[in-house]
């Protein structure tokens, strides 16, 4: 069981962009699928943004033009960048990862989250 560890939330200003990781304790580029997902106070757990074992990537469409999902050099690593914050964005960010092949699957394996902040 892969174990998932997110880092890189804190508090920002509205218009200002973050880059969270997401490290797994093994290699999971082609072998694993990972998706950031988000959760707001109040609201269910949703999903950000999609990288599969082929490297294709899927986006939530209301977020897809602010959100970007890469795998790092390392085969370890999976970043989400977020452009232009806004206040909705704040929540905790989640990774999650699953061997299927498909960004609609629900991760069975989850990290501990990290908190975006988004306050002026």
């Known amino acids: 069981q892969v174990l998932l560890v997110e880092s890189g939330g804190g508090w920002v200003q509205p218009g200002e962009s973050l880059t969270l990781s997401c490290e797994a304790s093994?290699?999971?580029?082609?072998?694993?699928?990972v998706a950031w997902y988000r959760q707001a106070p109040g609201n269910e757990r949703a999903r950000v943004a999609c990288?599969?074992?082929?490297?294709?990537?899927d986006y939530d469409n209301s977020l897809k033009d602010r959100f970007t999902i890469t795998r790092g050099m390392s085969r370890n690593t999976t970043y989400l960048h977020i452009d232009s914050l806004k206040p909705e964005d704040t929540a905790v960010y989640y990774c999650?990862?699953?061997?299927?092949?498909?960004?609609?699957?629900?991760?069975?394996?989850w990290g501990q989250g990290t908190q975006v902040t988004v306050s002026s």
């Open positions: 999650g990862a699953h061997r299927s092949g498909s960004c609609y699957t629900v991760p069975t394996n």
């Open positions: 093994e290699s999971i580029s082609g072998r694993y699928t």
């Open positions: 990288i599969n074992t082929l490297g294709i990537i």
